[in-house]
């Protein structure tokens, strides 16, 4: 590929308290990639998805984002990347209180003032983007119901919404179906995937699933203990790598 | 999407409540007459400087330490016992108010029905009336005896505690119950292996919120004579010795703070950081109930659990493991509980056996047959609708000071917002602004431990410094004091917060301002509302003990009618005031249900 690449992570390591989560990890994810983070709970895959969206810098190495090192941002700086980015989250992270409709504006939040953010909770503004977003993840008719009232699957697309407010660069998606009953698993994945095809975005995501994985990405990256253990597409990826994946040390 | 979603009416229930409280807040500013006639007394300015100045040198002479020393023994010791007391009443009285109860000794709908309702209607008499009025009653039975202070809280703190027991017993899932009732097991013994253990954290963790408060009451009682730190206070400022003032101030703040401190680090260990999730709590139960189900079907990882509240997970985390290998931080408080509560019954040397003698009982038969028949006369019933609406009034500024002011304080008072690493905080912040936010904190929760330690009456007497008598300054003194409870409260529901949503809002590159404005106010709004609505109802009930000091509206009438042994007119007096609660009541409920 000869564009650069949206995410780049140079040498990076990642420590909570003693639990190393990230070994000196290199990475580059180039546009319009759909890539896969698969591996068991702790492997990393989390982390790795926070360091992307800067919610979280690396304590050695180097976050590059669309040409930014993350660690040398201003926090104003670092807003304005992080509005190219959207995140999905396995548990919504929707607030539960307020109406889809404020729930899909969130995504304006990083472009609007504060006055027109203000007025808009009183006086929903901008209803025609929202209901488009919502008509394209299928659930039109929720625009005015109360967020904590929908089912998990409902949430989930009104999440995906927000992220189609936001109109990033980059979706990040941390195990987001984990929530959700295998029908519905394959929906959310094929509306994301339609979304990001359509659009040329790129996707990372971590998921839970090796199938899913192999069915819905053009990538596919396997952690186990805070290192990369392969990094290739769906077709070369056999079954040994699966099992050394999963396959904890004793 | 052929024709657009109507948009929903700006009209709604919330709106409603929202002007009436509006309404209510103006009809009672105008009846304050804070903008018609002169409220301020200038030539107090002079007394009330006198009065913060001594603040920098209180009296330290060790003859007054002592004092004070002996004093604060004594409030702590009125409401260790106060607080035990109320809690064995509570735990029987929640027991009999409890419908599961019922519902296991009757297993039949038509029986148990009548039963618990009329228990319930029965306590809600006693709740009603403030621990202030049950002391002066108590005064004029018992005479000069702890026993009065004791009782005091005991009884309208039992009637509460039943209550809320009752709601916790009620609201704890019941399946466990229903298998031991269904294989034959009697219903005491059922309850004791399955309902019993289930609420003991809540239970446990709401009595140490009362114990909270009655220390708080146990000052004021010291007001009307009981002796302790209340006591002192009140001699102290009739005598303007504003020095002695202070030190009893500080012992104050150090007895509340201390016992605050205590109960926040204890219910943290435990397990249960919310004192009182108060009617939000059946929403949040089904809620953690629905998320519960969804990680037994597909476990979320757990590094998953790192990503959507880092540090409170590990919080989760630690603390379960904690409490399986005896956390020596809570044995230490059983064991100093168990130390404590002796030694209280024995330093105050309650004498219990007045409770039952022959001369309460005849002093109580006297009582009852001169306050028969009430004396309901033309002229009395409307002075007392002037000053119910009075009451009314000073309740309604008083919440709306208490209200407002706790939410604009409880957010630099929560440890998770301002400083480093909070909710609005960016990553890095620079060593002064570190300092700056940790200084406001502390600064802060200073002003709301101030507020709160110092009795409602007192806060009226300062007042009167230099506010002309009348329902203003008893609603700035109930204010004050509220504000501190309040802004306490408020802070912990934003430090408890769920941050989930707050992580997805600054990942998209949010300001904090608009954090703010979507994620923590939509979320905290609600619940501070359920709060502020909660003590409206506490306030109405506190009007009484600004009342004694001649902040005017019932509690005046009430206090004065007390102390003269009018019983005939007592009664009616107070059957006002009750019935004047309940509307409160129901109307706070009214408003607290359409938040939901």
Redesign the interface.
Known sequence: MTSFPVFELRQVSQQ?DRFL?LDDVNLQIYPGERVALVG????????L??LL???L?PTQGEVWVLGQNLSRLS?RK??????Q???I??????????RVI?NVN??H??R?S?WR??LS????LD??TA??AL?RVGI??K??ART?QLS?GQQQRV?IARVLV?D?LAILA??PV??L?PTLSKEVMDLLRTLVQESGKTLVTSL?SVELAQNYCDRIVGLRDGKILFDSPPASVSAEMIDALYHLKD | MNQPLLRPSLLNQRFLWGSVMVVAVALSIYQAGLFQRDWLNWGGLAQLRQFFQASIQPDLSPEFLHLTFDAAVITLAYAVCGTCLSLLLGLVGGVLTSEVWWQSVFPRQAQQRPIWLTVRAVLAIPRAIHELIWGLFFLNIFGLDPLVAIVAIAIPYGAIVSKVFSEILDETPRQPLMALLNSGVAPLSACSYSLFPQAFLDLLSYSFYRFECSIRSAAVLGIIGAGGLGYQILLSLQSLRYEQLWTLFYALFVLNGTVDFTSAVLRHRLGSPSRLDLNLRRANRSDNRGLDKLRDGHPPPLDGYLTHSGNAAYLILTRGQQRQSGDPWVMLAGVGALLLIPFCFWYVSADFSKLWSPRTVQLLADITQSSLPPNFDREQISQMLALSWQTLTMSVLAIAIAGIGGILLSFPAAHNFFLPGGLLNPVQSSPSGRLLAWGMLLLTRAFLLITRAVPAPIWALVALFVLFPGILPGAIALGLHNLGILGRLMAEVTENLDQRSLIALKAQGTPASLVFLYGVLPTTMTRFLAYILYRWEVCMRETIIVGLVGAGGLGRLLTEQLSSFDYSSVIVTLSGFIVLTFVVDWVSSRMRRSLR
Do not use: M
Not at chain 1, 40 to 47: E, N, P, Q, V, Y
Not at chain 1, 89 to 98: M, R, T, W
């Open positions: 909570f989560s068991s709970s702790g492997a990393g895959k989390s982390t998805l926070r969206n800067g919610t810098l926090s670092l807003r304005c990347v992080q509005r980015i959207g995140t989250y396995q548990q919504f992270h929707l607030v539960d209180s307020l404020h969130a995504g939040l990083g609007w504060f953010a203000a909770l009183v006086y929903p209803v025609k209901a488009a008509h039109p008719e625009l005015y904590d998990g999440a936001q990033p941390d195990e984990s929530s009953d839970h």
